[in-house]
């Protein structure tokens, strides 16, 4: 079982307000992912760190999202101005490597309402 | 681009039967790894299985790889009803998962 924790489970926000929500990768994880996946299951990357350092991410991440894993403090994903469109479920998982054979572990994701 | 792709969005099967997921890709792989996710959770990972692998197994769950046709499959056995989710195959390439559209299965009673 996943013991990745991400918090709130349900958020809603207000067009044009901050949304930002939280995860605990599995302990000793060095790799976190965040994906977004919209009402049709789809998945969309977002962004990956690999200790506090980030490895990739995509354009609509560089410009509303902001995404960060200090040290010894929980990970963290923040839209800056919310808009309809993002409304989805955000998952964030973690792995012990970057390995293309390595088991990732997903949270039960935050479920994003934008109104 | 979906660079995993599950060939049925939806199948149904009463409790006991088996039944078959598919999944297509377009690139190589080094892996396939196939996920399973239920209403209100995040994907769980099922198997995976590497490209020198033709064949992987895991309880009730054995997943199949031929990398000539590029194609997986998920098989599942004796089904209960709490095999009702959807199912993903995923291509890890190293940075990210690549996941397909996903096959929701119903298992009946």
């Known amino acids: 079982n996943s013991k990745v924790i991400q918090t709130p489970r349900y958020l809603v926000k207000g067009q044009g307000q901050k949304a930002k929500m939280r995860c605990i990768p599995e302990?000793?994880?060095?790799?976190v992912f965040w994906y977004q996946q919209n009402k049709n299951n789809e998945f969309k990357f977002l962004i990956n760190f690999q200790n506090q350092e980030v490895l990739q991410q995509i354009d609509m991440t560089e410009k509303r999202f902001s995404a960060e894993c200090p040290s010894n403090s929980p990970c963290s994903l923040e839209i800056q101005s919310s808009e309809a469109g993002d409304s989805a479920l955000y998952l964030c998982?973690?792995?012990?490597?970057?390995?293309?054979?390595?088991?990732?572990?997903f949270g039960k994701g935050t479920r994003l309402t934008v109104v | 681009s979906q660079l995993a792709e599950e060939n049925s969005w939806a199948l149904s099967v009463h409790e006991g039967e088996s039944v078959t997921v598919n999944c297509s890709y377009k690139t190589s792989i080094t892996a396939l790894q196939w996920y399973r996710q239920k209403s209100g959770k995040g994907p769980a990972q099922l198997i995976l299985?590497?490209?020198?692998?033709r064949e992987k197994r895991n309880g009730r769950l054995r997943a199949t790889l031929d990398t000539s046709s590029q194609s997986s499959s998920l098989s599942i056995t004796a089904t209960r009803c709490e095999d009702t989710a959807v199912y993903f195959c995923?291509?890890?390439?190293?940075?990210?998962?690549?996941f397909g559209t996903g096959t929701s299965l119903l298992v009946d009673p």
């Open positions: 302990k000793g994880h060095p790799v």
């Open positions: 998982a973690s792995s012990l490597s970057r390995g293309a054979n390595t088991e990732v572990f």
């Open positions: 299985i590497r490209s020198n692998e």
């Open positions: 995923a291509s890890n390439m190293g940075y990210k998962l690549t």
